[in-house]
């Protein structure tokens, strides 16, 4: 990086809290990472911001995960892992979902590559991306019940699924450790 954290931290903020001052919720500074907490309702203009602002130029989004914080609430922690290659910086965005409402706007408009990123969050974690062109399961079956990264999904599954040749949910090994 050519600046430290914190002075990347404070570019990056305040470019945004000018652009918008409801545009950054908070600003967390852990371990050298920079993270920028942003409104849901403000994630893909925010995005677009940080990737055409000539000032930041994050023009590459490398990850987006999620965490199930259940049974907290707001439940959900989304992140969108950013880099500027011109300015040689990493911003992670983050927003947080509510588990009644788990839906934000998608940013393969923004960075095309978040496609792929956001249908695994959907499938796993049943996070909905208004807007994505194609959002679908893309790791289990189109008929797969629920959405096994959750917190709250049971060890076993739903269903049984001895048919596909894997184990019954009704004669599954245990690894819980007790």
């Given amino acids: 990086m050519t ?8 570019v990056v903020a305040e470019c945004l809290r000018s652009w918008n001052p409801k545009a950054v919720v908070e600003v967390i500074e852990f371990r050298g990472e920079t993270t920028i907490v942003v409104p849901r309702e403000l994630l893909r203009a925010t995005a677009e911001r940080c990737c055409t602002s000539a000032k930041l130029q994050y023009n590459l989004l490398t990850d987006a995960t999620c ?7 707001p439940r959900f922690e989304l992140n969108y892992h950013l880099v500027s290659i011109p300015r040689r910086e990493k911003v992670r ?6 588990g009644n409402d788990p839906v934000v706007d998608s940013l393969v408009s923004v ?5 792929w990123l956001e249908r695994e969050i959907f499938d796993l974690f049943g996070i909905r991306f208004a807007g994505h062109p194609d959002l679908r399961r893309i790791l289990l079956p189109d008929d797969w019940e629920g ?3 959750r917190r709250d999904y049971p ?4 269903r049984d699924v001895a048919e596909h040749g894997r184990i019954s949910s009704g004669r599954a090994a245990r690894h819980d450790h007790r």
């Fill in 155 to 158: 060890v076993e599954g739903y």
């Fill in 111 to 115: 960075w095309p590559g978040a496609n």
């Fill in 93 to 98: 965005l983050r927003v947080w979902l509510g």
């Fill in 147 to 149: 959405h096994p990264l």
């Fill in 67 to 73: 965490v199930d914080r259940y049974p907290a609430e």
């Fill in 3 to 10: 600046e430290s954290p914190s002075q990347n931290a404070n």
